[in-house]
């Protein structure tokens, strides 16, 4: 298997940004889209309160910024969060790495769909603790049946319950992202080791990428998240887990700010029964190319064509 390639089909990648402002993109999108369009688009972000300063907005495109840049910027944001939430924190810029491309499955055969990979993405995340969010979702699922429509997100009953099975679903990390596509400011890219990644200092509030994703992944911030400081997780990373402004769309990252450094995703270890696998997929010998290899794995909407790099499968 060639690096970062996908089992199921090619790996495509998105160009790189050109050089604009965000308000140059703001008014081509505008432009492009039509106003109505584009006014009934950013209709949430009219009460908005700046929850971003001034050097946050005015700030480049991610992937036009040197280290040095991005070093300043990491402790104007951990000042920031000082002083919004007081907190003390440390926000990294994890890179990917050279022949990386990470990859997630899951065995439905034994998720026992009590929720423990949501709750604990909500506190690894730093979430909004009065909405309870969380970027991944349990669905309670009919045996036999794989229609998400009619599948029950919101049972409150023991589990697991006899006739059914569970089935979490986040973000899928496709390689033909449609979110990717559909941002008119490039907001939104896959990286090298196969993780689509959001910048949020140049995120528009658009949800154009929310709209498009068939998976139901992204989240928008209503409002300023309310986390108290002794529930903050301090440990950080631009791209990842670092608390959200308001007014911007969010996403599973597949926990990079510690999957970069060698540590397995949250959700991952929050699971009891071991129905989680994640690795490497250019590693022949890892454990999630083994199951890719030798499991009957499949991907949700595979007739979509969006090459996900999340995988299920059943032990029988």
């Given at each position: 298997m060639s690096e970062i390639e996908?089992?199921?089909?090619?790996?495509?990648?998105?160009?790189?940004?050109?050089?604009?402002?965000?308000?140059?993109?703001?008014?081509?999108?505008?432009?492009?889209?039509?106003?109505?369009?584009?006014?009934?688009?950013?209709?949430?972000?009219m009460d908005w309160k700046p929850t971003t300063s001034l050097a946050g907005f005015l700030q480049r495109h991610y992937k036009e910024l040197t280290?040095?840049?991005?070093?300043?910027?990491?402790?104007?944001?951990?000042?920031?969060?000082?002083?919004?939430?007081?907190?003390?924190?440390?926000?990294?810029?994890?890179?990917?790495?050279?022949?990386?491309?990470?990859?997630?499955a899951l065995n439905l055969s034994i998720c026992i769909g009590c929720r423990k990979c949501s709750e604990a993405c909500h506190q690894e995340n730093n979430h909004d603790r009065p909405s309870g969010n969380s970027y991944i979702r349990v669905i309670e699922m009919e045996q036999g049946s794989?229609?998400?429509?009619?599948?029950?997100t919101t049972y409150d009953h023991p589990v697991p319950r006899k006739g059914n099975y569970y089935l979490p679903v986040q973000c899928q990390q496709c390689d033909n992202a449609p979110c990717v596509k559909v941002c008119p400011v490039e907001a939104t890219w896959k990286e090298q080791d196969g993780i689509v990644v959001v910048d949020y200092n140049?995120?528009?509030?658009?949800?154009?990428?929310?709209?498009?994703?068939?998976?139901?992944?992204?989240?928008?911030?209503?409002?300023?998240?309310?986390?108290?400081?002794?529930?903050?997780?301090?440990?950080?990373?631009?791209l990842a887990n670092r608390i959200r402004p308001q007014?911007?769309?969010?996403?599973?990252?597949?926990?990079?700010?510690?999957?970069?450094?060698?540590?397995?995703?949250?959700?991952?270890?929050?699971?009891?029964?071991?129905?989680?696998?994640?690795?490497?997929?250019?590693?022949?010998?890892?454990?999630i190319r083994w199951v890719i290899e030798n499991k009957r794995v499949f991907v949700l909407k595979e007739e979509l064509g969006t090459l996900p790099r999340f995988f299920y499968f059943f032990d029988k």
């Open positions: 996908h089992p199921l089909g090619e790996n495509r990648q998105p160009e790189a940004p050109e050089n604009a402002t965000r308000r140059k993109l703001m008014l081509g999108a505008a432009a492009t889209l039509g106003t109505a369009a584009t006014a009934r688009a950013i209709a949430p972000l280290t040095l840049e991005k070093k300043d910027i990491c402790a104007r944001l951990e000042a920031e969060t000082k002083a919004q939430y007081g907190a003390d924190v440390h926000i990294a810029d994890p890179q990917a790495e050279p022949g990386v491309g990470f990859a997630y794989l229609d998400l429509e009619r599948g029950n140049w995120c528009i509030g658009c949800r154009y990428c929310e709209a498009a994703c068939p998976y139901h992944a992204r989240r928008f911030n209503w409002k300023k998240p309310e986390i108290p400081a002794a529930e903050i997780n301090p440990n950080q990373a631009y007014g911007v769309v969010e996403k599973c990252h597949f926990c990079l700010h510690r999957t970069r450094e060698g540590r397995l995703p949250a959700c991952l270890e929050a699971c009891p029964t071991g129905a989680r696998v994640f690795g490497n997929l250019n590693d022949k010998e890892s454990e």
